[in-house]
């Protein structure tokens, strides 16, 4: 059974730091391109960030290109979010996902997590 975890959400205020994590089971994790994506009540999921399977290319959002790093640790089958100079707009649930590409839309991921809220105050 695949498992994605995610963890680390919380409240921040704006301007501070937030690392989210994903731990993954039940799939080969080095075989993975991994992605992060946040949604807000009555809007689509946004892609954020990806990671390719090596860990060699990564990929953002322009919005949040500069203040966030996508990270992965494949030893321990984790994929990290490391969020600075955080903005009331960040505030959504992030969702990691498990994907054969490292591309920036839903349809390019086959296993999700059960999301993380982030809420940034002003």
């Known amino acids: 059974q695949v498992r994605l975890v995610e963890s680390g959400g919380g409240l921040e205020q704006a301007g501070g730091s937030l690392r989210l994590s994903c731990a993954v089971s039940?799939?080969?994790?080095?075989?993975?391109?991994m992605g992060w994506f946040r949604q807000t009540p009555g809007k689509e999921r946004e892609f954020v960030a990806a990671?390719?399977?090596?860990?060699?290319?990564?990929y953002y959002a322009d919005s949040v290109k500069g203040r966030f790093a996508i990270s992965r640790d494949n030893a321990k089958n984790t994929v990290y979010l490391q969020m600075n100079n955080l903005k009331p707009e960040d505030t959504a649930v992030y969702y990691c996902?498990?994907?054969?590409?490292?591309?920036?839309?839903?349809?390019?991921?086959?296993?999700w997590g059960q999301g993380t809220q982030v809420t940034v105050s002003s």
């Open positions: 039940g799939l080969t994790f080095n075989t993975y391109a």
């Open positions: 990671i390719s399977w090596g860990g060699g290319r990564t």
């Open positions: 996902a498990a994907g054969a590409v490292a591309g920036r839309g839903p349809p390019d991921y086959n296993y």
